[in-house]
């Protein structure tokens, strides 16, 4: 099997539009939340949401580019420049028939689709779609309008597990690398779902923090009075790449894929499991795969959207794991200042966890006043970064559906 390292990333947040700077609120424990400008959302509970800040796609795109596509695909497009540029690749030397794109969304171009259909019955005459309206609103659209922009000919795909999406793609990239099939791969996933349908849809499931008096406050995973997650935007891109290919060009290599595994909790179309149990699975067979222990594992971003019931299975699903080993992992949920990324989570959360490790400091939890019971024993990092040696990082993901999918990242030794 092939190694497979990371040589590249790019972050398109509410909380900054590139790594740095997403990396720099992190630790100052920014919180992305505020009003809902994107459109009148007096008629739902929630009313706020964890929007992009002063994004301007036509200082990097084209401005058909951007008119041509969805945000999410705009989102994917300015991502994947920025991890290019930070890999240092040289697209007019790689083999880009062993190039490939395989990303992530959760809903695909949602936008479009609400805007296109509101029109639709709103006109009172033969109405007349977009020509671009399918094209914008399919799912798979941002892996081909990446390929096609970077002439990348290798494998192509989309992944959907809702907000386990992304880090399906991370394995899906990984796996593929490992086999001998690609050399390089852009990864990742984006999301543009601050919507009506989609904030409506997750409002009337009760799904979503009602904190509108105080919204950057709302996002408190771990706090007893926690009461539902924040939507959030945005794209997160990582470069993944042959190791041997990457020696070779003399890349600068960031880290090391070292597991990944996914499982399904079978059991309800939302919640999560109680005991975490296929949560659980997902992470022995990820440590499994990177042939190490809990005990190895420095760092834990949580999956840890603020919901009740689905901050306690995760704690669950790590304390069967840690059982009685004696590992203290430090744990933290960067949800609390991004919002919820949906299936581009999993790819924003690895690069904040790729960041970690390069400066040994843990985000922290934000917005934690009365710390949860349940976490009694366990190392939650809550208001303040902590100092300590990062070498392995683990990555949580989980989805409506019962989707469990885990990536394991280290230092390269």
Sequence with gaps: MKRVVVTGIGALTPIGNDVESFWESLIKGVSGAGPITKFEAEKFKTRFACE??????EETLDRKEVRKNDSYVVYALASTLQAIEHSGLDLDSINKERTGVIWATGVGGFETFEEELLDFADRGRVPRFSPYYTPKTIPNMASGIVAIKFGFMGI???????CASSNNAIMDAFNYIRLGKADIIVTGGSEAAITNASVGGFSAMRALSTNNDNPKAASRPFDVDR?????GEGAGALILEDYDHAKARGANIICEVLGAASTADAYH??????????AK????LALEEANL???????????ATSTPVGDISELKAIRAVIGDSGASPSISGTKSMTGHLLGAAGAIEAIAGIKAMEHNLVPPTINVDNLDPATEGLDIVINEPKEREINYVMSDTFGFGGHNTIVILGKVK
């Design 52 to 57: 992009l800040k002063d994004f301007k796609p």
């Design 156 to 162: 192509n795909q989309t992944v959907t597990s809702a």
């Design 227 to 231: 009461d539902g997650f924040v939507m």
């Design 269 to 278: 179309l939302s919640a999560t499991h109680p005991e975490g149990l296929g």
């Design 281 to 284: 699975n997902a992470i022995n």
């Design 293 to 303: 222990t809990i005990s190895d594992i420095d760092y834990i971003n949580a999956h």
